[in-house]
């Protein structure tokens, strides 16, 4: 590597301090740059620098976004009757992308994690809680992963809501659609046997 | 993923343009740029630049430089009559990871492949003839690949060079080091067996 010129081997750092980018890979990549025109290199740098100075956390919801509020919260069309809360920004674009839910979201930015110190306080329950006060909200649907902390979370939420006037449900959990049953884990199939319902 | 802000969007698009970056890849990619410090972004989208300022290709070698001519070239130390030809400058960088090679270095950037319409011009050729022509170089060691198009340009330029008064040397092909014979191809074994010397 140290036969490189200096400028390609800062590169080279940088690009393979990101997540799943090993030293192979950011070589490859920065020769993919040093080939690909200016004018390309130099939007990708630009769009870089964007993100930095535009992305934010909705005040609202939690939600990334270019503005103060983000789209969905601002749009009057979604129904806010309905609330779903997930964990991360992430998963609410896995929620739109499946097009079933109409309502607004909550994102909690993290699930509670006692063994990592994250407690109730280090995500953003206060902040749902405060939204289902002003008293719109009367469903809030539990999205938060189908693993120990999501779970966890899902419960306590579930419990802090007990006392306000609103239906608290949780997404169904079994097998997944187009799954082969021999393929699918112990645990999630005593799930679905468990919550098995009438046809 | 148009659920995402369109700064988002963008970054992610110019990332998935990237070699072996897919959308998914790409997506998790600008998630880690938009958690990391602004300093961080800030300086790879700099190096980005640096790069497309500074690297050039060394008017005498043809390998990466940041300078006219290369370190290498302009390495008094390295031996100037030990001249290894090398197809791509990655190439060059492996050679020098070795460390068995104290000569200097040709770059083709690229290979023959007529059936690509990469002839003899398209590479560079005429330089190297140029650099023999000069005198100083006794041996010539072809190190492109072994593949059929490395091949071909390791025959092509040790005709090329047969009225010249060097030698012309290729470096040797077998079994890899380290490597259980048993799952060497039958190509590669043949090559060694062929090639195969007194101990």
Redo the contacts between chains.
């Keep these: 590597?140290s036969?490189?010129?200096?400028?390609?081997l800062?590169?080279i750092k940088?690009?393979s301090?990101?997540?799943?980018?090993g030293e192979k890979?950011a070589?490859?990549?920065?020769?993919?740059?040093?080939r690909s025109s200016?004018k390309?290199?130099?939007?990708?740098?630009?769009?870089?620098?964007?993100?930095?100075d535009?992305?934010r956390l909705c005040e609202r919801c939690g939600a990334?976004?270019?503005?103060e509020v983000?789209?969905i919260c601002s749009n009057p069309h979604r129904d806010e009757s309905l609330l779903c809360v997930v964990e991360q920004?992430?998963d609410?674009?896995a929620v739109?992308?499946s097009g079933a839910f109409k309502g607004k979201y909550h994102i909690l930015q993290g699930a509670l994690s006692p063994m990592n110190g994250i407690g109730p306080d280090a995500i953003r329950i206060q902040e749902l809680l405060h939204r289902i006060r002003e008293g719109r909200v009367k469903e809030v649907v539990i999205a938060t992963s189908t693993n120990v902390e999501g779970e966890a979370t899902a419960s306590y939420i579930a419990d802090r809501l007990e006392s306000y006037a609103v239906n608290v449900t949780r997404i169904a959990s079994g097998v997944p659609m187009g799954g082969d049953l021999q393929y699918v884990d112990p645990v999630t199939l005593q799930r679905a046997m468990d919550t098995r319902r009438a046809v």
């Design positions: 590597m036969h490189y010129p200096s400028s390609l800062k590169l940088h690009l301090r990101l997540p799943g980018i890979t070589e490859r990549l920065a020769m993919h740059i040093i200016r390309e290199a130099e939007s990708l740098a630009a769009s870089i620098l964007e993100i930095k535009k992305i990334l976004s270019d503005r983000c789209d920004p992430a609410m674009v739109e992308k």
